[in-house]
């Protein structure tokens, strides 16, 4: 048998530092009150004696777990296979990281999923939830309010869950899809077709609203094809529109994946890219968008960017939630620092919108198109 050392307690620190066991208390659990020199004395003893504080202890004082549950409305096959979600997820991670705090990563296929995702929000586990790529009718949404968790969705929300409280991190997918398709049409493009994602998800919905925009009124049948956001679906679609759409000299993708797979099926049908037909797509995920042959025009969005915001709004709301506990009165969610390029819900989102004081439910980030060699 192996002997192990103790762990160093809370009155071991207070020895160390020549201090009470409650002020030690109150700095390793971040309360104020205690002057600077005492809590450096403190933090210093923490670190000489290696102390860890004990979790189950700590959450009882600060009714915090430092955990977030980061909840993904896709099945696992498309999570951890989409390049989008890789980003997205080390953004959050990144911020939670930065705090202090756990990601329990949670994802749903079915029914059975939403049950079992619903079951663990309402058990005490976490502090709050992150939700994102959710789809129409979905039921996270009701899961999540029913489980009293404060929540930051990732997209704008298209749901009626009883609540007009709803805060989420989205970019600016309309006018992303008018800056793309305007692009085309100040080539020369006169046959503009979109292959779009999958409607029942407001992203996509938006990018086709924003290709509508511009399309010019009374243009006859409308030149589009539905894709579900993988490059497999980029192919069908494309297929699709060569065959009823057959002049076709320009195409805007709802994302890069999406046209990957057009792209492909351009070479396969002896289309030249750009020559014949220019394409556009949308996110600029460099892992595709810099190695489709030829390299992708694409719309830029900050995916690793609104992950980092969404966590950083829920942590600040969880800060102001424990604050308002103790008496302080800070306002949910205030003062979330978006940074330069935020814009709220409803505006522009341009790059040069500056990052209102206290951040509002809905935060629209900026996108920008990347010209390649795709048009």
Same mark, same amino acid.
């Given at each position: ?36 020199? &005492? $809590? ?117 929300? =298209? ?5 007009? =409280? ?17 692009h085309l049409a100040a080539l020369g493009r006169t046959r503009i077709a979109h292959i779009a994602g999958p409607l029942d998800q407001t992203s996509a919905a938006d990018r086709l609203a924003g290709f509508r925009d511009v399309r010019a009124p009374g243009a006859g049948p409308e030149p589009m094809a539905h894709g579900d956001f993988t490059s497999h679906g980029g192919e069908r679609a494309m ?38 037909? $220019?394409?556009?797509?949308? =996110?600029?995920? &460099? ?71 206290? $951040? ?16």
């Amino acid at each position: 048998m192996t002997d192990t050392a103790q762990r160093p307690t809370l009155e071991a620190v207070a020895e160390r530092a020549g201090v009470s066991r409650a002020t030690v208390s109150r700095v390793v659990n971040g309360a104020h009150g205690v002057r600077e020199a &005492l $809590a450096e004395r403190v933090r210093r003893a923490v670190e000489e004696l290696g102390y860890v504080p004990n979790q189950a202890a700590r959450s009882l004082v600060t009714r915090r777990h430092r955990a977030v549950a980061v909840v993904a409305a896709e099945p696992e096959t498309r999570v951890f296979a989409d390049p989008y979600f890789a980003q997205q997820l080390r953004g959050i991670s990144k911020e939670l990281t930065a705090h202090d705090n756990q990601l329990v990563l949670l994802l749903t296929e079915g029914r059975e999923d939403h049950a079992r995702v619903g079951r663990y929000l309402a058990g005490g586990h976490v502090d709050g939830a992150l939700v994102f790529s959710l789809h129409l009718h979905d039921p996270l949404p009701g899961l999540v309010r029913g489980a009293g968790l404060p929540t930051v969705f990732g997209g704008r929300p =298209d749901w009626d869950d009883g609540g007009d =409280d709803v805060v989420y991190v989205d970019s600016d997918n309309r006018g992303g899809a008018r800056a793309a398709v305007r692009h085309l049409a100040a080539l020369g493009r006169t046959r503009i077709a979109h292959i779009a994602g999958p409607l029942d998800q407001t992203s996509a919905a938006d990018r086709l609203a924003g290709f509508r925009d511009v399309r010019a009124p009374g243009a006859g049948p409308e030149p589009m094809a539905h894709g579900d956001f993988t490059s497999h679906g980029g192919e069908r679609a494309m297929r699709e529109l060569l065959d009823r759409f057959p002049g076709t000299d320009a195409v805007f993708a709802a994302n890069d994946l999406t046209a990957a797979g057009a792209l492909r099926v351009l070479r396969e049908r002896g289309r030249r890219v750009p020559d014949d037909v $220019a394409v556009v797509g949308f =996110d600029d995920m &460099l892992p595709v968008a810099e190695q489709t042959d030829p390299p992708l025009t694409t719309v830029r969005q900050d995916i690793e960017g609104m992950g980092r915001l969404m966590a950083r709004l829920l942590l600040r709301g969880l800060d102001d939630r424990t604050a308002g506990d103790s008496g302080a009165d800070t306002g949910a969610y205030g003062d979330a620092g978006t940074g330069g390029g935020a814009g709220t819900a409803g505006g522009a989102g341009t790059p040069d919108a500056a990052a209102p004081a206290t $951040a509002p439910p809905g935060v629209i980030l900026p996108t920008t198109l990347v010209r390649r060699a795709t048009t």
